[in-house]
């Protein structure tokens, strides 16, 4: 008897019960999750990556340092004061040749333009002149030894033969076909003697090869004589280049002796004064790090100045405004709907089944109707000729050439969306009013309790959790709301929703709307998190 | 409430009648504007209100001249069917995943249960417009993030149908969730087990036992998911190219520019495909209580 009881209980099998109950809590669970999989995996593809990308753009500032790579490392040395040295605008010239090769710099023009006006004409003005930077050595070094007309000359000099033999064979084949084009391979004791030039040819090679083209086979920038005779003078040629090569490169370090380089500090200003402008360069060294909060800032009415964050000037301030707005015009509707839901709710709640159900028809039917039927219906009714104008003038309220402005402002935009988020709020109300019993509020009056006390004291504080939740959704419904505001709401009428699309469609600035994306979406959250601790997310339910 | 008892004052009686009067203007005010839409629609000129001879009767000012509209302009033909290939299989892949989870989420030990639940549902509850601008970056440049760095897939889905059909099935999911999980709140576990007893293997069991009892929740579920689908613009606006223009896009470009009377006939189409769906619901509610109902508890 001792024995069966001292041991572990036992399964059928053999095994320890409690392993065994474990094994199978375990399939459980690992089935449950094998059929949840595919829609988790489906979720986080579609929907969850890309809310992810858009909170990343709202920070993600890689374009300036990848526009512009060698004056963005000088940068931070910038003293602040004034135009630069000639150090960073030689990288400039370098960055600008290169980007504009690529039609980068107007992009990256644009992209700075959000955050001070006129960078982008400026970039897309230099970018037409900076291709002369370069021409005096050229026409020097040409003049010297034909050599250096051409095309494949710097390829040669810089790149490894092996390089040149690869990148020869890749463009005879088909390039339809074919695959990516080599890597460029340097000769390291090229590199070693002209980094800038190597630097420089490495960038020529790559936008080469994306346009599909043999880098040997192009025209070489002009920009790419300026840098060779720069560092000329400084450098002893390697002996391992080709010797046509070397004794060009003897030659040219004495023609080119007694020749001025073209200024890029001086051509850039030639081109446009603002070059020397202080702002213009605080801009791009602001800007200059991969990520920045500057878009935030800019959200809520800042902007980074020389001292830390600080606020815009007067008349640029718009969006705290705009929040505002949006939180003032949700709390309006969200008011509007417990006072019109508040007492509809309690009918139906109220009367008997049948009749209820009946009237919850007239609940449901507006639920069920397309949004932008009703948004239709109310910008058909509300117009200045429309029927409510219309039936107003007949009763006699207003007259004939005083008829209500109902549109296009404010008073559309709450009227609408009140009509269209109202059943939002019965639904809620009526599944938590049907559950108080009513002999309480007999009980209540029977005790001596007037009818308003009855109702204050005794049923108000029950349907409490109902106005709770059907304020927190209606709440979180309207203030991300975009169609009814756009088609009804005018200029004055619009929600910070409006002013995210114009950011993505019509002013192209991304990165802005992703930061106003990433507030309103902080916010919503933060009222979702509030709905689940009160109500619960399991216990949302769809038309009644 | 329901009726007023024969010892009330004449104070109560005020109240009791002004109550109801109340809340039969509230009723108005949900349901005139969608009702005053189907007269205007067959009004006989081009105005937005009711013309006088609409007001006189006079069969002289209505004419169906803005449906046959609708049913003849090729922008209008395309916009509908566009709405009829989308909406469909949205509704399909989103049925489909999403019955397949909430019979997952509604066993007895799911791990992760509530996190898993938020994330699925989260799309009902973020902003359309936030979801709207998330898809447009990220469907125009998809990419599998790893931590060596982004892969970048080679194809591009924005402007394209099938990234159409995907943000809505993803924007249906939490309908079905939520209606499917509801409808298995009430479900007897033991049937299941009962017919594994007698010797059905689970795919058996489903569409034998399961299937059949959460049928009504899977199709309001779905009902819900087409109609999200059907009656979804911002994300569509934003995805979508000209060649997905769906109908509620070209209501909404409508309103927006040349505000054409024939938006009013596509209106009282629309309302009759809703009160159409509405009863639809109704009767697979009381279906599904009459079935719950007969199962034993």
């Keep these: 008897m001792s024995d069966t009881t001292s041991g572990p ?15 199978a809590l375990r399939r459980q669970k690992l089935r449950a999750l094998m059929l949840i999989a595919p829609l988790l995996i489906f979720i986080l593809v579609s929907f969850v990556m890309p809310i992810a990308d858009m909170l990343f753009r709202s920070v993600e500032n890689q374009i300036v340092s990848e526009t512009l790579p060698r004056t963005a490392t000088l940068l931070p040395d910038w003293n ?39 960078i982008s004409s400026l970039f897309r003005k230099t970018g037409r002149g900076v291709d002369e930077i370069g021409e005096t050595p050229q026409d020097v070094l040409e003049d010297t030894n034909d050599i250096w007309k051409e095309r494949d000359t710097f390829g040669r000099l810089i790149g490894t033969s092996d390089w040149v033999d690869a990148i020869n064979a890749w463009d005879a084949e088909d390039a339809r076909s074919r695959g990516a084009a080599p890597e460029f391979d340097a000769n390291p004791n090229f590199a ?28 070489p920038w002009p920009i790419l004589f300026h840098v060779l005779a720069q560092e000329l003078p400084s450098a002893t040629p390697p002996s391992d280049v080709p010797q046509e090569l070397a004794l060009a490169l003897g030659e040219a370090a004495g023609a080119l002796a007694g020749v001025t380089l073209d200024d890029p500090k001086a051509m850039f200003l030639d081109i446009d004064d603002d070059w ?3 702002d213009v360069w605080t801009t791009i060294q602001t800007y200059a790090p991969a990520y920045t909060n500057g878009y935030f800032l800019n959200s809520i009415d800042m902007q980074k100045g020389l001292d830390g964050p600080e606020w815009r000037p007067e008349n640029e301030q718009i969006y705290i405004v705009l929040f505002i707005r949006t939180m003032i015009m949700s709390l309006s509707i969200m008011g509007m709907c417990v006072l019109l839901g508040y007492p509809i709710a309690w009918l139906l709640a109220n009367l008997p089944d049948r009749k209820a159900n009946m009237l919850m028809i007239l609940v449901l039917l507006p639920f069920w109707t397309s949004l932008l039927v009703r948004t239709s219906a109310w910008k058909v009714l509300l117009q200045q000729q429309g029927v409510i104008n219309d039936v107003l003038v007949w009763i006699g309220i207003v007259a004939d050439d005083g008829r209500l402005q109902l549109i296009n402002n404010q008073t559309g935009t709450i009227i609408a969306m009140t009509h269209i988020l109202l059943p939002f709020m019965i639904l809620p109300l009526y599944s938590v009013m049907k559950t108080i019993p009513p002999s309480y509020l007999r009980a209540a009056k029977s005790l001596g309790a007037t009818n308003w006390t009855a109702f204050w004291r005794v049923y108000f504080p029950q349907s409490v959790p109902g106005i709770g939740a059907g304020c927190i959704l209606v709440f979180i419904l309207s203030i991300g709301y975009y169609i009814t505001p756009e088609l009804v709401g005018g200029t004055k009428g619009v929600f910070i929703s409006n002013r995210i699309a114009y950011h993505i469609s019509s002013s192209l600035n991304w990165g802005l709307a992703a930061a106003l994306g990433t507030i309103l979406l902080a916010v919503v959250m933060g009222l979702y998190w509030m709905y689940d601790k009160i109500v619960g997310i399991d216990n949302v339910k769809l038309g009644g | 409430m329901s ?43 081009d105005f937005f209100t009711f013309t006088p001879e609409m007001l006189a009767l006079d069969p002289e000012g209505y004419s169906t001249k803005h449906y ?56 009902m509850i973020v902003p359309l417009i936030i979801s709207a601008t998330g898809m447009y970056f990220f469907y125009s440049n998809p990419y599998i993030p790893t931590p060596f760095g982004k892969i970048e897939l080679p194809f591009t889905l924005t402007g394209t149908y099938w990234g159409v059909v995907l943000a809505h099935a993803a924007l249906g999911i939490p309908f079905v969730i939520i209606t499917v999980t509801a409808t298995l709140v009430g479900f007897d576990q033991s049937l299941t ?86 009863f639809t619901l109704e009767v697979l509610r009381r279906r599904s209580e009459r079935l719950r109902g007969m199962s034993p508890r």
């Design chain 1, 9 to 23: 209980v036992l399964a059928a099998d053999g095994r320890p019960l409690k392993a065994s109950l474990n094994r």
């Design chain 1, 80 to 118: 602040g004061e004034g135009a630069p040295d000639d150090i960073v605008f030689e990288a400039l010239a370098r960055d600008l040749a290169v980007a504009v090769e690529a039609k980068a710099h107007t992009r990256l023009g644009s992209r700075l333009n959000y955050e001070q006006t006129g």
């Design chain 1, 192 to 219: 070693e003697q002209f980094p800038g030039t190597t630097s420089l040819y490495a960038s020529y090679v790559l936008q080469s090869v994306s346009e599909e083209d043999n880098p040997l086979g192009e025209k």
């Design chain 1, 276 to 278: 020397g402008d202080t």
């Design chain 2, 3 to 45: 009726s007023l008892p024969p010892y009330a004052t004449t104070g109560q009686r005020i109240w009791h009648y002004s109550f109801r009067i109340i809340c039969g203007l509230i009723f108005f005010f949900l349901i005139a504007p969608i009702v005053v839409i189907i007269p205007l629609s067959f009004n006989a000129q």
């Design chain 2, 68 to 123: 046959e509209d609708f049913f003849t302009n090729s922008d209008w033909q395309l916009a509908l069917k566009n709405s009829l290939k989308i909406a469909p299989v949205a509704t399909i892949l989103s049925v489909s995943l999403g019955t397949l989870a909430a019979i997952g989420l509604s066993q007895s030990h799911v791990p992760f249960r509530r996190a898993i639940m938020a994330i699925l549902i989260s799309p």
């Design chain 2, 193 to 278: 087990r009962a017919a594994a007893n007698m010797g059905a293997n689970p795919v058996t069991t489903f569409f034998k036992v399961q299937m059949p009892l959460i049928l009504p929740g899977v199709v309001s579920g779905g009902l819900f998911a087409f109609i999200t689908s059907f009656d979804e613009v911002v994300v569509v606006l934003f995805v979508g190219s000209a060649g997905q223009k769906t109908l509620p896009w070209q209501m909404f470009t409508g309103l927006r520019e040349q505000i054409s009377p024939t938006i009013l006939a596509v209106a009282t189409i629309l309302i009759a495909v809703s009160v159409l769906l509405l």
